[in-house]
């Protein structure tokens, strides 16, 4: 869709004269989903510290289009804030490949360490260059595989199944190296390829796999939790530099302080997500040995990160293991 055909006017501004007017965010998920409250109460945040001066207008339910699409025209400044996954950063930014490996973090705790530490504000400092400022990461739990056909124990049980992954060659590779089929797409049409049998299954979280209605059809959910890529919140360094040094320093505190919110939305979205997903008569299985499915990744790790400072990041971030 069209920014004009989502009935926003005016959003693409020329790159942000006018800098009382609000942010404007883009999420994919539907104004109740733990991403898109945090950054409304980031935006209250935000007004507190700036007299009110500044907020964030959320576009939520991706009335904007995919995050491909919404970061591309963050990227040219016609949109402020993007809240979206980091694998869609991957083509744009490369040191957000490195979260994004499956089978990096051992645990919530791992992944919070490493990514409230070092590599996880490299990674958010590496965006500058590359148009975008890296405002925080926001939770989004361990993704696990779901399909219409049977339970995934072992990577066998994937060959022959087509099973849609986001845009990015890691998880493009990731797919083919286990055995299955990657049909790279846009999440938003993942329910009705699920239901016409244009693909067999996808991957996700407890809270996306529930929002999605996708356990309505794809009902095997197989425990994988082959990796934990956090949702990333980006701005255009176009509006970035039209606000001023205490402004620019009002947003970071704000977004900063967004993220314990989210974390506690998160964990409880995760519990009633699971839930409604086992009430709704899902069969969830745990694989038999997850080394049958790390093993086969490994080499995915060399491939997609060639630079020298992204093998940097990894070593740091293995170094951070419990
Ligand atoms: C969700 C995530 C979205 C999007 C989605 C997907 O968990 O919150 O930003 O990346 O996964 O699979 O496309």
């Known amino acids: 869709m069209t920014l004009a055909g989502a009935g926003v006017t005016g959003l693409v501004t020329g790159c942000g004269q006018n800098t009382s007017r609000p942010l404007y965010a883009s999420d994919h998920h539907v104004a109740d989903y733990p991403t898109v409250r945090a950054v409304n109460a980031m935006s209250e945040l935000l007004a507190e510290k700036t007299d009110g001066r500044l907020s964030i207008k959320v576009y939520a339910g991706g009335q904007l289009g995919s995050e491909r699409d919404t970061l591309e025209i963050t990227l040219f400044g016609g949109l402020d804030v993007n809240?979206?996954?980091?694998?869609?950063?991957?083509?744009?930014?490369?040191?957000?490949?490195?979260?994004?490996?499956p089978f990096l973090f051992e645990n919530e705790?791992?992944?919070?360490?490493?990514?409230?530490?070092?590599?996880?504000?490299?990674?958010?400092?590496?965006?500058?260059?590359?148009?975008?400022?890296?405002?925080?990461?926001y939770d989004s739990g361990m993704r696990s595989f779901y399909n219409t056909k049977h339970p995934i124990r072992n990577p066998d049980d994937m060959k022959g199944m087509k099973f849609r992954v986001q845009n990015s060659d890691v998880y493009?590779?990731?797919?083919?190296?286990?055995?299955?089929?990657?049909?790279?797409?846009?999440?938003?049409?993942?329910?009705?390829?699920?239901?016409?049998?244009?693909?067999?299954?996808?991957?996700?979280?407890?809270?996306?796999?529930?929002?999605?209605?996708?356990?309505?059809?794809?009902?095997?959910?197989?425990?994988?939790?082959?990796?934990?890529a956090p949702e990333m919140l980006v701005l255009?360094?176009?509006?970035?530099?039209?606000?001023?040094?205490?402004?620019?320093?009002?947003?970071?505190?704000?977004?900063?302080?967004?993220?314990?919110?989210m974390r506690e939305l998160w964990a409880e979205r995760v519990v009633e997500a699971r839930k409604l997903i086992l009430a709704g008569g899902v069969e969830v299985n745990e694989v038999d040995d997850i080394s049958d499915f790390s093993n086969l990744m490994k080499p995915l790790w060399e491939r997609k990160s060639t630079q020298p400072k992204q093998r940097e990041l990894i070593e740091e971030i293995l170094d951070m293991r419990g």
């Open 83 to 101: 809240r979206v996954n980091a694998a869609p950063l991957n083509s744009i930014a490369p040191m957000t490949v490195v979260p994004c490996l």
């Open 109 to 137: 705790q791992h992944l919070h360490r490493a990514l409230d530490g070092n590599p996880g504000q490299y990674i958010l400092n590496s965006l500058q260059g590359h148009g975008l400022v890296g405002l925080c990461y």
């Open 172 to 228: 493009v590779s990731m797919v083919n190296s286990l055995g299955g089929d990657a049909t790279p797409m846009y999440l938003g049409e993942v329910y009705q390829s699920l239901v016409q049998g244009v693909i067999d299954g996808a991957e996700n979280n407890w809270p996306s796999y529930h929002a999605g209605r996708h356990f309505e059809v794809a009902k095997y959910y197989s425990l994988t939790r082959h990796v934990m």
């Open 236 to 261: 255009s360094m176009h509006r970035w530099r039209a606000l001023s040094d205490s402004d620019q320093a009002a947003v970071m505190e704000s977004a900063r302080e967004s993220v314990s919110i």
